[in-house]
């Protein structure tokens, strides 16, 4: 019985196997297995379907190029503007899109379609249906009608709606996004064609992470065109861009199957910090280990068959810890491709005998793993609005993105820390390796100069001629190529990269749709107010010029914004009392941040902008909440389990051994100064075993009472300020134990052989 439950805990069939048949009853030795495991793998090498990328990229995607070799000329003009536009399509096209996508994906090897959406659980979800269908009752056909492109029902409702759906009202469904092209799954067992959607609720309301953001993307495309007129005519679309860099840790499966808290947290929960772990610093960018270079290759053909255009892979700055990064694309499709991207390396890496931890934090004392939001603004002209020109025109419309930019993020930083809380960036944001939690923009020296510049001669009423001239001239020689000239301040949450932002506190694990849509959502907002001043003030001042008219409005936004401008070091102790001085809010946990969703001002932003209504907002509020509380719930269960069941009885029996140590010694007549230290170890165990059994039980107290609390918000604040300060002691105790028991008898891997790659 004891074997079975086990078995099952490290639950591949190989371990089941092996400890029945071995009839090992020691903990300890499944560690030592899967040691063992991790060293004799051999290399799993894929070869490409051809020597060039370009062969085969996009190879599973239902493309432009695809659809224009299945589709008459009017459907495809009319698919492309509603790409383009957000139009609407025709009943009678999307009849056509239908049947193309069927035709195509047959010939591909698909047999099965399902829409594809992303659900505010964080992951990506699907529900599978065959084309396969009886027509008339008997002849066996395949079929995709469009409706069934257009729409679908999935039974849904165990998705998280936050109270606007329960399970016995009305159900959701998801509706075809034409703007992000629908893709082929392989895997070895068949291939699926996924069509990217949105997730509604019967009344309308949004249950997913895509719908906001695509009303967001079109709200800031309005609001930055608008804006685009001041400088260029020819500007009738301004699209965002995101590109985003993922950072990863790589774990033999092994090790991670023999670790609970891994296996259902995705981090450690104990753990000793080894003694070489970062220190020494030779893991960034060093030599690739080949079983992770093989495992890399797989997964970057896996991806660019689905049309993800990975640019660069390294190592990272941790032990076990590497990044990948594709080159940017519009949002919406960079979004999708990161879901599938984090779907696919999950996928792929099982081939390897990896598994892939995206947490935030797997281990603690080590760096934790970011998602940066590479983020910038293009237009139909093919102009980088967050790129200097090489005129003082060019260069006022980049001020003007620029420092709008800033005054967004400036006086909406509570829902920038809103938009990247969870409970396992936590654990990353504000400890000293990962931006703090403090919203502060970096934008280097050079930049600093041009803004202090505007504010100090824009300041006086009128301007000389003189002034005037020279204030273009210095406007005029901000280089265009700023990439070279910008400090790369690697300690800023929200840092200006030469042509793009980086916004760098978003997790590893995280949707970047939650980023995005606040990010666009501040900026839309920021733009239209941006207009509306500048009217203003050429309303009142008729002897102006716009231009003029436009620098003071940006002058008035570079004072006021002023305070969120950091250049120093964002990791510093000396930051977190400067920022407090100026006002800026640090907030350390979760449940607290969330709050910035719920403010006035958030759900006045959100509703102007006509992007989530109240009722959605609150509902969002209380879906990241009762998330948060989750995660803590499990990570409190599983550190529970793990201290009782295998850290306890671990130390009791090292203690054991001890005890016969000293009785053995004592009766053979050794004097008690020779087994001193053995009695000192037995105390310390005592002292550690009996703090790890007190805490473990408040904590279990707390968590009941907390699972009392009917509100939501009060509920994640138990967990966070009453479960999770148990944590740390439990930790810390049990961390010094593994310093003390003997290895041999340690139940779990331990940190040295978990980021150890071979
Ligand atoms: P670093 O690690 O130095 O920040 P990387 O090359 O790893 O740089 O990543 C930079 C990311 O920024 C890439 O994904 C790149 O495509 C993206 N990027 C570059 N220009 C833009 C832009 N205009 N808009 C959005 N993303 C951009
Ligand atoms: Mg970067």
Redesign the pocket.
Known sequence: MFIKKVAKNYNTPLYFEYICKKKIKIMSTIRFRALEMAQERTLNIVEAPSAKISDYFGANVFDKVTMQKYLSKESYRQVLEAIESGSQIERKVAEQVATAMMAWAISKGATHYTHWFQPLTGTTAEKHDSFFELADGNRPIENFSSSALVQQEPDASSFPSGGIRNTFEARGYTAWDPTSPAFIMESRAGKTLCIPTIFVSYTGETLDYKAPLLKALHELDKAAVDVCQYFDKNINKVNA?????QEYFLIDIALYNARPDLETCGRTVFGYTPAKGQQLEDHYFGSIPSRVYAFMVDFEIEAFKLGIPL??R?NEVAPSQF?C?????EINL?VDHNQLLMDLMDKVARRHNFKVLLHEKPYAGINGSGK?N?????TNTGK?L??PGNTPKTNLQFLTFFINTIKAVHDYADLMRASIASASNDHRLGANEAPPAIMSIFIGSQLSGVLDEIEQTVKKEKLSPEEKTQLKLNIGRIPEILLDNTD?NRTSPFAF?G??F?FRAVGSSANSSSSMLVLNTIMANQLKAFKNEVEAVAAKNKNIKKDEAILRVLRKYIVDSRNIRFEGNGYGDEWVKEAKKRGLSNIPDTPRALDAYITKESKKLFSDNNILSERELEARHDILLETYTKKIQIESRVMGTLALNHILPTAIRYQNELITNVQGMKSIGMKPETFKIQQELINTISEHISVIKKNTDEMIEERKKANKIDDTRSRALAYCDKVRKHFEVIRYNVDKLELIVDDSYWPLPKYREMVSMR
């Open positions: 861009t995101l590109g985003i860099e640019k660069t390294h990044e990064a594709p080159v940017f694309e960079a940066h590479n983020w910038s603004l293009t980088n967050l790129s790369r990269t042509n793009k980086e």
